[in-house]
Nanobody
Framework: QVQVVESGGGLVQAGGSLRLSCTAS????????MGWFRQAPGKEREGVSC????????YYADSVKGRFTISRDNHRNTLYLQMNSLKPEDTAMYYC???????????????????WGQGTQVTVSS
């Protein structure tokens, strides 16, 4: 049974930092591209960042470029999202997901991610 579990969310002031973690089990982690997504109240879920199975290809939404960094440790079956210079508009539930995609990754194709976690809440106060 595949399990995807996010952690690391919390309340932080604007300008602060958080590091999200996502651990996946029950799948061959290094065979999956991984992504971070977020959903704010009343808004659609959107892609934040993704990383290829090998870690050598990554993409970011324009809204987080230069502030967020995605990485993965295939030995620990863990995905990370380092979030710096946080803004109130980054407030959302953050989700981790796995996609059996060869090659790179796509953050706009949410339907290609077939394993999702329950999310971790990030709240940025102004």
């Amino acid at each position: 049974q595949v399990q995807v579990v996010e952690s690391g969310g919390g309340l932080v002031q604007a300008g602060g930092s958080l590091r999200l973690s996502c651990t996946a089990s029950g799948l061959t982690f290094d065979a999956y591209a991984m992504g971070w997504f977020r959903q704010a109240p009343g808004k659609e879920r959107e892609g934040v960042s993704c990383i290829s199975w090998s870690g050598d290809i990554s993409y970011y939404a324009d809204s987080v470029k230069g502030r967020f960094t995605i990485s993965r440790d295939n030995h620990r079956n863990t995905l990370y999202l380092q979030m710096n210079s946080l803004k109130p508009e980054d407030t959302a539930m953050y989700y981790c997901a796995a996609s059996p995609r060869a090659g790179g990754c796509v953050i706009t194709a949410l339907h290609t991610y077939n394993y999702w976690g329950q999310g971790t809440q990030v709240t940025v106060s102004s």
